[in-house]
């Protein structure tokens, strides 16, 4: 879902590879310090767990994820037209 330059990883002992970040008891990030990635990133291990014991909330999830994603998209380029045009010198009258 990502590219894989978004998420740094690390191989840990068993030669899986994991964030950078995580350990033992999760990310090692405050929630205010992770990329905005991460703070909806769901790995394919919580997507096995949701899939057994949450079927009816795995059934719309991806396509929410998909429509968040698309929406934020949106959202940043508004920002970035209105910063845009925010920055032009005042029009002459």
């Known amino acids: 879902m990502f590219p894989e330059s978004q998420i740094i990883k690390k191989i840990k002992g068993n030669r899986e590879r994991a964030c950078c970040h995580f350990f033992e008891k999760g990310c090692g990030l405050s929630r205010l310090e992770r990329p905005f990635i991460c703070t909806w990133y769901i790995c394919s291990v919580q997507k096995k767990y949701q899939a057994l014991h949450h079927q009816k909330l795995n059934q719309n999830f ?19 037209r209105i910063s845009s045009c925010a920055n032009l010198p ?3 009258i």
Do not use: G, S, V, Y
């Open 62 to 80: 991806d396509q929410t994820l998909l429509e968040i994603k698309k929406l934020r998209n949106k959202m940043e380029d508004e920002f970035i």
């Open 90 to 92: 005042p029009k002459a």
